[in-house]
Structures are given as structure tokens and as C-alpha cells.
């Protein structure tokens, strides 16, 4: 078996770790709050795009086999336009992360899937990364930069 790190180096390791990982943390709030800013931002002009024409948006949903096309093409609008404002906020981040999610699984298997990964060939990569971060805000909440933590006080 190799030996990756010796005695000496282990020792260093491991009092080294705790002291970035200290300092690393102090940046976990900015960064909640930077990514749910960018995914508030991703969801804005889609929502707008469907509030500015819900009946194409409604007809297209029919197009590509989505049920009930009229109620969907408002739930979906609905949720990304709420969306963008809580996630902004920081309000109830965790509870609409999971609606987003689901919009972005519903994007995903009816548009982008059958291109593939890539973001260039309108494949599911940026989709997928939304829902990542989505899991994220659900897992972890908003940080301490929301109005989560400021009226329920939420550890992050």
C-alpha cells in the first residue's frame, strides 16, 4: 500500500484543515446569498417571458405534450416570478426551492434532454446546475444575509 502523507505531514494536515476550514466558513453567507441572487436573476427573464405571452407559452406547453397546458403555463410563470422574489429576498428560500426544482426536472425532461449535456446545443447543463443550487438553498437555507435568518433566525 502507498503512503500518501508521512507521520509529519498527517500532523500538519490535520491542524491546518480546522484553521481553513474556520476561515473558509466566515465566507458561506456571502456566498448563499451571491448564488441566490444569480439564480433569482436565471429564473427573471423566463418568467417574464412566459407573463408576456402566456398563451403561446400555453399552446407550446400542448406542443410538447404537457398536461393541463393553460394551468401549467400559469403554475410555472407563478412559481418562477415568485421565485425571483423570494429567492432575492431570502424568504422561505428552502420551501420555494422545491417547486423551482421541480420546474427545472419538468425542463429538462420535455425540452433540453434530448440535447444532450452541453448548454450550447440547449442540452440540460444549466437546468441541472440550477437544481443543484436549488438543492443547496434547500439543504442549507438562506444564510445569514436573508429575511430567513433575520425573522426565524436560521444558523446560516
Do not use: C
Not at 436565471?42 to 410538447?64: L, R, T
Not at 400559469?74 to 421565485?83: D, H, K, M, P, R
Not at 426551492?97 to 440535447?115: D, G, K, N, R
Not at 440540460?124 to 437544481?131: H, Q, S, T, V, W
Request: aromatic letters at 12%; a neutral charge; zero cysteines.
Amino acid at each position: 500500500m502507498i503512503q500518501v502523507v508521512n507521520n509529519k505531514e498527517h500532523i500538519m494536515l490535520k491542524q491546518i484543515y480546522p484553521l481553513t476550514r474556520k476561515f473558509l466558513s466566515q465566507g458561506q453567507s456571502l456566498s448563499l446569498l451571491l448564488a441566490r441572487l444569480s439564480v433569482a436573476y436565471g429564473f427573471y427573464e423566463p418568467a417574464m417571458q412566459k407573463w408576456s405571452d402566456i398563451k403561446s407559452v400555453a399552446e407550446w406547453f400542448g406542443s410538447i405534450g404537457i398536461p393541463f397546458p393553460t394551468l401549467n403555463a400559469y403554475v410555472a410563470a407563478s412559481t418562477e416570478l415568485l421565485g425571483v422574489v423570494l429567492l432575492t429576498l431570502g424568504l422561505f428560500t428552502r420551501l420555494i426551492s422545491i417547486p423551482l426544482m421541480i420546474i427545472m426536472v419538468v425542463a429538462i425532461t420535455t425540452v433540453h434532454l434530448a440535447h444532450g449535456f452541453a448548454a450550447g446545443d440547449n442540452g440540460f447543463e444549466i437546468p441541472l446546475y440550477y437544481m443543484l443550487f436549488l438543492a443547496i438553498f434547500a439543504s442549507y437555507g438562506a444564510g445569514k444575509f436573508s429575511l430567513d435568518h433575520l425573522l426565524f433566525g436560521e444558523e446560516q
